[in-house]
């Protein structure tokens, strides 16, 4: 059964059922406390909003989605798909990005319904997301972690889980997205909780050795 992180309550659940599986999480745990919940909005404009995000400063990424949002009124996938690109411009948004608002639009026209991706499997889900093109799997697992509250998605292509892996298992070198995937296995069906726990560690590590994070 797919369980939802909607609260505390199935964070702490999925904690102790890691603090169980897992010592290397346990100790974690007692290092950085509760990890956060991290729920954002899902749907259309939740997915939209780790598009346009990507690859630009938190900053930018703020200002770009509310000029998006004031010319797309109402955000739905229809104007998505009939807007002109002077819109999507107006906005601020890249020729790459624009392709994919638009391919996505398509895909929930056609039929995508993204808050039935809670029904599949995290990897049934992922797969859904990532047949629209310009969709990623890293976009793909995000949104099922913090937007879509998926327990078992893991966004093993994501730097800061790689190399938070890399501290806690004592490895010379970063693992990749496969060797992460890997890693993970054991930690199913909490795989979110895990890597909850694993951003929370890498923002701890790298606080201590004076770097500064988003």
């Not at 638009?102 to 499997?121: F, I, Y």
């Not at 859904?128 to 099922?144: M, R």
């Not at 070198?173 to 909490?190: G, Q, S, V, Y």
């Not at 795989?191 to 694993?198: I, M, N, Q, T, Y």
Request: some cysteine; aromatic content about 6%.
């Amino acid at each position: 059964m797919t369980v939802i992180i909607r609260s505390r309550a199935e964070i702490l659940a999925g904690v102790e059922a890691l603090r169980a599986l897992d010592p290397r999480l346990a100790a974690i745990h007692d290092l950085c406390g509760e990890p956060p919940l991290r729920r954002r909005e899902g749907g259309l404009e939740g997915l939209a909003w780790i598009i346009v995000s990507q690859q630009v400063s938190v900053a930018s990424a703020r200002a770009i989605w509310a000029r998006t949002k004031a010319v797309f009124d109402p955000f739905t996938a229809r104007r998505l798909v009939s807007a002109p690109e002077a819109d999507f411009r107006a906005g601020g948004l890249s020729m790459p990005k624009i392709r994919t608002l638009r391919a996505l639009g398509q895909a929930m026209l056609e039929g995508l319904d993204l808050d039935a991706l809670a029904t599949l499997s995290a990897d049934e889900a992922r797969l859904e997301l990532t047949k629209v093109k310009g969709i990623g799997p890293w976009t793909a697992d995000i949104y099922l972690m913090f937007c879509l509250g998926h327990g078992d998605a893991f966004a093993t292509g994501d730097l800061a889980l790689q190399e938070a892996a890399r501290m806690l298992l004592e490895l010379e070198e970063r693992p990749d997205a496969a060797a992460l995937a890997d890693i993970a296995e054991a930690w199913r069906p909490w795989r979110s909780v895990a890597a909850r726990l694993l951003f929370a560690y890498y923002a701890k590590i790298k606080n201590r050795a004076g770097v500064a994070l988003e």
